[in-house]
């Protein structure tokens, strides 16, 4: 009998990340803020259960997978009202793969930890290209022992399976992640409008830099779809934007001055602003264009 295990949230990661559960073997019983999203996985998997709150979740699978937008959606669906709190058995284990404050996933962490149960904080990368493919980079912060357990799920779901250390560390991890990766996109979108609008092919500019020091992920994912103007989103803007914030809030607590990243983080304000949010990180790109009055792949 296959094991059963939870999985709330069924958005542009969860959907995929579901579908590679349930080929790695597992059976799920899910639940969503939105109902047609739970109704699509079972038009696609009938034998999926659906369970109505997060603490139905909880009493059909000892282990539970969240992916969530924000700190406050997994506080609620963790310990909240009718939360996974509320019908935890000890042993059971949360693993929370949503990217959130540090300080809440060891708030969760130490709540759960009263009624016997535990949580992992384990964030990802890869977008939803690797959430698809199940290539993610998964870092995890919480208990060794349970780092383990959790090992054959995360193997589903992840090439790259890093335990960073206690309850927090895999946020930690992720808001640095969330650094360099803003940076990168800032960064290489001024590079292909400066190069662009001086005459050069944008196509040419990212064959050169990725063949150098200057090669980047971002380059090699997303490179193509910036200069075609395809920001249809593998990670939201408004998204990074919050992560961001976490990013600052974390390096206040720290006494860590992160000027760069204070940067980026209003620079995601204005594609924000400009009702550009829902669109892929990388169109950062859109306001530099904006800015030099430039379209890369349109010689002006």
């Given at each position: 009998?296959?094991?059963?295990?939870?999985?709330?949230?069924?958005?542009?990661?969860?959907?995929?990340?579901?579908?590679?559960?349930?080929?790695?073997?597992?059976?799920?019983?899910?639940?969503?803020r939105?109902?047609?999203?739970?109704d699509?996985?079972?038009?696609?998997?009938?034998?999926?259960?659906?369970?109505?709150?997060?603490?139905?979740?909880?009493?059909h699978?000892r282990?539970?997978?969240?992916?969530?937008?924000?700190?406050?959606?997994?506080?609620?669906?963790?310990?909240?009202?009718?939360?996974?709190?509320?019908?935890?058995?000890?042993?059971?284990?949360?693993?929370?793969?949503?990217?959130?404050?540090?300080?809440?996933?060891?708030?969760?962490?130490?709540?759960?930890?009263?009624?016997?149960?535990?949580?992992?904080?384990?964030?990802?990368?890869?977008?939803?290209?690797?959430?698809?493919?199940?290539?993610?980079?998964?870092?995890?912060?919480?208990?060794?022992?349970d780092f383990?357990?959790?090992?054959?799920?995360?193997?589903?779901?992840?090439?790259?399976?890093?335990?960073?250390?206690?309850?927090?560390?895999?946020?930690?991890?992720?808001?640095?992640?969330?650094?360099?990766?803003?940076?990168?996109?800032?960064?290489?979108?001024?590079?292909?409008?400066?190069?662009?609008?001086?005459?050069?092919?944008?196509?040419?500019?990212?064959?050169?830099?990725?063949?150098?020091?200057?090669?980047?992920?971002?380059?090699?994912?997303?490179?193509?779809?910036?200069i075609?103007?395809?920001f249809?989103?593998?990670?939201?803007?408004?998204l990074?934007?919050?992560?961001?914030?976490?990013?600052?809030?974390?390096?206040?607590?720290?006494?860590?001055?992160?000027?760069?990243?204070?940067?980026?983080?209003q620079?995601?304000?204005?594609?924000?602003?400009?009702?550009?949010g829902?669109?892929?990180?990388?169109?950062?790109?859109?306001?530099?264009?904006?800015q030099?009055?430039h379209?890369i792949?349109?010689?002006?």
């Open positions: 009998m296959s094991e059963t295990v939870g999985l709330i949230g069924l958005g542009l990661m969860g959907r995929p990340m579901a579908r590679n559960l349930i080929r790695a073997g597992y059976s799920l019983v899910v639940n969503n939105s109902r047609g999203a739970v699509d996985l079972l038009a696609e998997y009938p034998d999926v259960v659906a369970a109505t709150t997060p603490a139905e979740v909880a009493k699978a282990t539970v997978i969240t992916m969530l937008p924000d700190s406050t959606d997994v506080e609620r669906v963790a310990i909240g009202e009718n939360g996974l709190i509320q019908e935890m058995q000890p042993g059971d284990l949360l693993i929370d793969m949503s990217t959130i404050a540090p300080a809440t996933s060891r708030e969760i962490f130490e709540s759960l930890r009263f009624v016997g149960a535990s949580s992992l904080d384990a964030p990802v990368s890869g977008g939803d290209k690797g959430a698809i493919a199940g290539t993610l980079s998964i870092m995890v912060g919480g208990r060794e022992a383990e357990r959790a090992r054959p799920l995360f193997e589903a779901l992840g090439t790259t399976i890093t335990h960073c250390g206690d309850a927090g560390a895999g946020q930690v991890v992720k808001a640095c992640n969330q650094v360099v990766v803003g940076i990168a996109y800032q960064a290489v979108s001024e590079a292909l409008v400066l190069g662009s609008k001086a005459g050069v092919d944008p196509r040419k500019i990212i064959e050169v830099l990725d063949g150098g020091l200057a090669s980047t992920a971002v380059l090699r994912l997303r490179g193509e779809s910036m075609n103007g395809d249809e989103p593998g990670g939201r803007a408004e990074h934007l919050k992560d961001l914030g976490i990013v600052l809030e974390t390096g206040k607590s720290l006494n860590v001055p992160l000027p760069v990243s204070s940067v980026v983080k620079k995601y304000a204005e594609l924000q602003a400009l009702n550009r829902h669109l892929d990180h990388s169109a950062l790109l859109t306001l530099v264009e904006d030099a009055n379209k792949g349109r010689m002006t």
